[in-house]
Each structure stands twice: as C-alpha cells, then as structure tokens.
C-alpha cells in the first residue's frame, strides 16, 4: 500500500520490519492533545481514508439516505433510484449551504422515500445522481452556469463486509486494495450475513485515539479487568498488516501453545477445563454486554460437563464445544461459515482496521468500536460499540443508534472499565512529568502500528521513533 505524499516530503518514520522485528519506540503526544494536529487531521486525514459510513442494511431501498459526519465533513449516503449507493458531500454547489442540516450533537440524519434533495436557502434542487434539476432564474449568470459546477460533488462509495466505505480523495486506492490481507482474511467470517444486536454512542471526554487505543490491545486486561484473570490467561501478541493490525491471544510458555488458543473461543484455565471453559464465556458474555460470544456458543459450553469426562484434553474440548454450538445453530437456520484452520489461526482475536475502526470477530458475532473526533476539541470524542450476529433469517432484531451515558446499565462492567481508563489518560498525557510512551513491542503493536500510518498522512506528525538509536 503506497500512501500519496509530496515527492519532497521526507517522512522519518517506523517501518513495517521495525514493528515485526518488535523494535523500541515512542511517539510524541500531539496526535492526542494538540489543537495543530486535529485541524492538519481535517485536511491530511479524514479527506483522505476510506471509512466506515454505516451497515449496509440501513439502506435497503431506493431513495434511502443518512448523513455521515467527521470532524467539519458531513456526506450524504444514499441509494439512488435503481438501489445503487452514491455519496455526495452535504453542500450546495451555489453559496454553500448544507443540504441536509447536521446540527451540532446529533449521531446522524437520515430519512427514506427520497427523490430529491432541495437546498433550504434559494431553492436549488438535485436528483439522487446529484445532478441539478433545478436552479430559479438561471439566465442571470449569463451562460456560465452548466451541469458540472452545479452538480453536487461526488464521493467515492464501496462495500466491504456488509458496511458502506466512503473515501472524499478521488485519486485513493480501491477499497480492496485498502483492506489488503486484512480484508481477506475477515472475508471468510461473513460479516456481511450478521446483523445489529445493539448499537450505542456516546460523547467521551478523551481524543479519538485514547479512546480507540482502549479496545487495541489485550495488555490492559490483567491491570484494567482483573476480574477476569480467574478464567483465563490474557497474555497476547500482535500484529502489522500494513495499515492494518491484528492481536491474538499468546502464551508465555511455549509448550502450551494451540491453535485453539488464539481466538475468543479457547479454553478457560484452571483444574477442569470443562467447567473454566463455560465460566470464561459465560462471565465474557455477560460482562460484555451480551457480545463478543452468543447464546448459543454460551449454552453449548454450559452442556460440557455433561456431555464429556473430566479429564477431556482442553484442545477436544473446545472442538466437543464447536460442534455442538455449530449443530443448535443450524438446527435454528444459522449456518457457520467454513473458515479454514491456517485463516483461523491468523484471524486471531481482534483487527484494528485503519484509521478508526476496531472487529473482534468470531464465526457468528462480531463485537466492534468506531471513534471520530467530536466537534474542535482534541479532548473529546464520539465513541460508538455495537454487537454484530448471525441471526436466523426473519428474526434480526430492529434496532437503532441510541445515545447511551456511560452506565454499567447501558454498557456492561467490562466496558465501563475500559471507560474508566480513556478520561485518565487523556489527563494524564499533559502531565509536564510523563516522559513519553513506551508501549510494549510485543503486546501493542497495534496502537504503534497505528501511529506508524498516522504519521505517514500527516507529513510526519506524531511519529514513532526508535528507542534503541538514541
Ligand atoms: S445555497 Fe443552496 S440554493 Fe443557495
Ligand atoms: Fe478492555
């Protein structure tokens, strides 16, 4: 992946062997707190990404349409009237009024049945192709006027995984390209057959990427959620894949390695792996605001000490597991997809997918963040979660984005830890006596990876050093 940068532009910057060969690094905090930076985030950055608008499914019919909005830009998604997605930026070609209003402190605007878009101030109209198909007295600019510089300005659309992708840069990379192995990868766990268990939004008084960094790495387990050390080992590894990342679960001893073990189904410690097993998806489960596992995984792992002897090895344990959650689903019409062992493995726990966007995946869930910055302050940030299923056909629940206080009622106790975290190291950043980050090469890669690629479409700002050459 080649990002686009001036020819004479150096940039000092990590390199992808840097991080595979877990070199030392630090990066300075202005990608956190300073005001320079977010304002260079709204020209060299979100202008230029591919993101990630919305699900698919909220767009099902012609005339179906949403705002997105990220930091000052705000695009028009829609489907036009032969279902075709389009994305237009949310402003009239005359004297720059939005088309669609996008008050301060709303998550978005959307709205069906749309067959054109008519701006509030003096009327100029545009059809679902974003052409003009309407301008009061036209004859006053004397002939200058004509389709190109009154049409609205086109965004690139595509769809990856059952979510909609825009990119504003017209000269950016496919979006496949963009999603690399990364994509590939994720592309055998269909996340485009699951659907919305919930979603929820808040505002959080921390930048973006405090927030995002919160769900990048599995370190912070044994310090942030220490109750749920009684289940399993949180030891982890990860990942570059460009400009993506990837964490699993690892052992600090060898000799236990498995496959099994990388994902978010493996077996729980302690003397009767039957029953830590169950524990560990139950207390995940149910701690986690009912994602990142199922009902159907979390009852099958219930039946195991029924169903096996006591001293069943941990690896046919978790495939004992996988069967029989595999078989009551598809007894219900929930049919696995066949995800090869080598992708499995690969897989691992969880994907950071530049810039903003975090999946914990498994085979029929998916339990995912997305944060964006929120209004001109560096210290706050809009943060969204939401659970992903498989359901069967017909039974999808509806649902819609809700604003949800942080409340262990709203979210769950583990996600209100991790909450507890994003405020502290916002102030805790500022402090004239931190010395600078020193993130673990092995265990948080992903938050370097990500300030590797920060820094590569922000001329360098913020980018990680080596430690070892100083
Ligand atoms: S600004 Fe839209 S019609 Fe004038
Ligand atoms: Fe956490």
């Given at each position: 992946m080649t990002v686009n940068k001036p020819e004479t532009f150096k940039i000092d910057n990590i390199t992808a062997k840097d991080m595979d060969d877990e070199k030392?690094?630090?990066?300075?905090?202005?990608?956190?707190?300073?005001?320079?930076?977010?304002?260079?985030?709204?020209?060299?950055?979100?202008?230029?990404?591919?993101?990630?608008?919305?699900?698919?499914?909220d767009l099902p019919n012609p005339g179906d349409w949403l705002t997105y909005n990220v930091a000052d830009e705000s695009i028009i998604v829609l489907r036009n009237g032969d279902g075709a997605l389009k994305a237009f930026h949310n402003v009239c070609p005359h004297r720059g009024r939005q088309l669609v209003d996008t008050p301060d402190g709303v998550h978005d605007v959307?709205?069906?049945?749309?067959?054109?878009?008519?701006?509030?101030?003096?009327?100029?109209?545009?059809?679902?192709?974003?052409?003009?198909?309407?301008?009061?007295?036209?004859?006053?600019?004397?002939?200058?006027?004509?389709?190109?510089?009154?049409?609205?300005?086109?965004?690139?659309?595509?769809?990856?995984?059952?979510?909609?992708?825009?990119?504003?840069?017209?000269?950016?990379?496919?979006?496949?390209e963009w999603m690399g192995r990364a994509g590939e990868i994720l592309d055998h766990?269909?996340?485009?057959?699951?659907?919305?268990?919930?979603?929820?939004?808040?505002?959080?008084?921390?930048?973006?990427?405090?927030?995002?960094?919160?769900?990048?790495?599995?370190?912070?387990?044994?310090?942030?959620?220490?109750?749920?050390?009684?289940?399993?080992d949180y030891y982890a590894l990860s990942k570059q894949y460009g400009l993506h990342s990837v964490s699993s679960y690892d052992t600090r001893d060898?000799?236990?390695?498995?496959?099994?073990?990388?994902?978010?189904?493996?077996?729980?410690?302690?003397?009767d792996a039957r029953v830590s097993t169950y524990e560990l998806i139950r207390e995940n489960?149910?701690?986690?605001?009912?994602?990142?596992?199922?009902?159907?995984?979390?009852?099958?792992?219930?039946?195991?000490?029924?169903?096996?002897?006591?001293?069943?090895?941990?690896?046919?344990?978790?495939?004992?597991?996988?069967?029989?959650?595999?078989?009551?689903?598809?007894?219900?019409?929930?049919?696995?997809?066949e995800v090869p062992p080598e992708i499995m493995q690969e897989s691992g726990l969880a994907w950071g997918l530049f810039p903003n966007q975090n999946i914990l995946h498994g085979v029929t869930f998916a339990l995912c963040y997305r944060?964006?910055?929120?209004?001109?302050?560096?210290?706050?940030c809009l943060f969204e979660s939401y659970a992903l299923e498989r359901f069967p056909e017909g039974e999808e629940p509806e649902t819609e984005w809700v604003f949800a206080e942080r409340t262990p009622e709203n979210w769950g106790s583990v996600l209100m830890q991790d909450f507890s975290n994003m405020e502290f190291?916002?102030?805790?950043?500022?402090?004239?006596?931190?010395?600078?980050?020193?993130?673990?090469?092995?265990?948080?890669?992903?938050?370097?990876?990500?300030?590797?690629?920060?820094?590569?479409?922000?001329?360098?700002?913020?980018?990680?050093?080596?430690?070892?050459?100083e």
């Open positions: 030392l690094v630090t990066y300075p905090t202005d990608a956190f707190l300073s005001k320079e930076y977010l304002e260079a985030e709204k020209k060299l950055l979100w202008p230029k990404v591919w993101q990630m608008v919305e699900r698919e499914t959307r709205g069906n049945a749309r067959k054109n878009f008519v701006c509030g101030f003096h009327g100029w109209t545009f059809d679902l192709d974003g052409n003009n198909t309407y301008i009061l007295d036209p004859q006053d600019w004397k002939g200058y006027l004509n389709p190109d510089n009154t049409c609205l300005s086109e965004v690139q659309v595509d769809t990856w995984g059952g979510y909609i992708y825009i990119n504003m840069d017209p000269d950016c990379v496919s979006l496949k766990f269909e996340l485009d057959k699951m659907r919305y268990k919930w979603r929820q939004w808040s505002v959080y008084p921390c930048n973006w990427k405090v927030a995002l960094e919160a769900f990048l790495e599995p370190y912070h387990v044994a310090g942030t959620h220490t109750q749920l050390l009684a289940y399993g060898e000799k236990f390695k498995m496959s099994e073990s990388a994902g978010t189904t493996r077996a729980g410690k302690g003397d489960y149910e701690t986690v605001n009912y994602s990142a596992s199922t009902e159907t995984l979390v009852n099958a792992a219930s039946r195991l000490v029924d169903e096996l002897p006591e001293d069943t090895p941990p690896a046919e344990i978790i495939a004992h597991w996988m069967a029989s959650a595999k078989r009551d689903d598809a007894e219900r019409g929930v049919i696995w997809p944060v964006r910055p929120w209004g001109d302050d560096p210290n706050q190291v916002q102030k805790g950043m500022k402090s004239s006596g931190f010395r600078g980050v020193q993130p673990n090469p092995h265990q948080e890669q992903k938050v370097i990876n990500l300030h590797r690629n920060l820094a590569d479409f922000m001329e360098g700002r913020g980018a990680p050093r080596l430690l070892e050459e």
